[in-house]
């Protein structure tokens, strides 16, 4: 049975100033969703599910459905305040949906194999859907994921701010740990992150999460489980997120999970911010001249 790929794609991009997961960094049109679809197929995955806004349907559509019908399987599964267990009810006045973890929990049933997930606007480059494809094809059991790890200097914006998961592994590449740190940047000549009295220094070879995961389906039990914990305890929050990273870390703190960091040196870009993009334009045209992609993904 191949591995199956959920794609994060719901944000509306306040950052970025505009939808950028349907936007063109491609020299045919093609967006960095693309490209992570295309590596995923060599890497032998089997099907896509993007998570999406209703009120982004129809971008969606125009802009992938016949590009990728020919291509790969794909479906649309819908992030919306009403997607949540029974018997949850959502507080009066929330009008966002509740992150990450709430994304993931809403592609249940579209999920029948091993499964991995990413973001929609982050390159992760081949290697990681290889590695990620292998680890997801071997038997495992129920609750045995996966990480890709990514070298924190690998990851940065020269734009701006970023936020990262810094991990913590053992010798055996075994996830102890997720610490979510804000306000990541290089600042004269070092990484640091938060603000004044809070600035926490940190290395360039820190292992962080890409939000690039992959778990067995087993993981939505356990992910409801944990996301109707968080409505009884913090559902009056109007702003507050259930972070997958943060569900993770609680299975990881209880011996419910273990998760294994599967290293790549691979650079990550993305668009974080709008000047990101001239950036990933350029190094998409760089990994063309190198033959790793053709000119045109699609035909």
């Known amino acids: ?24 960094v491609g020299p045919s049109g093609e967006t960095i969703m693309e490209y992570s679809v295309y590596d995923a197929l060599r890497a032998g ?21 016949d590009k990728l019908a020919v291509n790969v399987p794909f479906e649309f ?22 992150g990450t973890g709430h994304a993931v929990m809403v592609a249940e049933d579209f999920i029948h194999a091993p499964f991995a997930v990413i973001n929609a606007d982050d390159y992760y480059g081949p290697e990681a859907y290889q590695s990620m494809a292998a680890f997801l094809s071997n038997e495992g059991n129920d609750t045995s994921y996966a990480m890709a ?25 075994k ?11 290089f600042s004269e000549g070092r990484i640091i992150a938060g603000e004044g009295e809070n600035q926490i220094p940190l290395s360039e070879n820190a292992i962080v999460s890409m939000n690039f995961w992959g778990f067995r389906p087993f993981f939505f039990t356990r ?13 009056d929050q109007l702003t507050a997120e259930f972070y997958l990273s943060t569900a993770i870390d609680t299975l990881i703190q ?26 990933v334009i350029n190094n998409i045209r760089n990994l063309i001249g190198q033959g790793l992609y053709p000119e045109r993904l699609w035909h």
């Open 254 to 279: 209880h011996g419910q999970a273990t998760v294994e960091v599967l290293k790549t040196n691979a650079s990550w870009f993305g668009v974080t911010y709008q000047e990101d993009r001239a950036a």
């Open 223 to 235: 992910l409801k489980e944990l996301f109707t914990e968080f409505m009884k305890t913090g559902k």
């Open 149 to 173: 790890g990514y070298a924190l200097g690998n990851t940065l914006s020269p734009h701006g701010f970023v936020s990262r998961g810094i991990c913590e592994a053992d010798d055996d590449n």
């Open 1 to 24: 049975m191949k591995p199956e790929l959920v794609i994060l794609a719901a944000g509306l991009g306040s950052r970025y100033g505009g939808l950028k997961q349907v936007d063109a």
């Open 77 to 98: 599964a819908y992030q919306e305040l009403d997607m949540i267990p029974d018997g949850l009810v959502p507080p009066s006045g929330r009008v966002k949906p509740w």
């Open 45 to 65: 995955f089997g099907k896509v599910v993007f998570v999406i806004r209703k009120n982004i349907a129809d971008d969606f559509r125009k802009t992938f459905t």
């Open 175 to 185: 996830l102890l740990g997720i610490t979510e740190r804000t306000k990541i940047r």
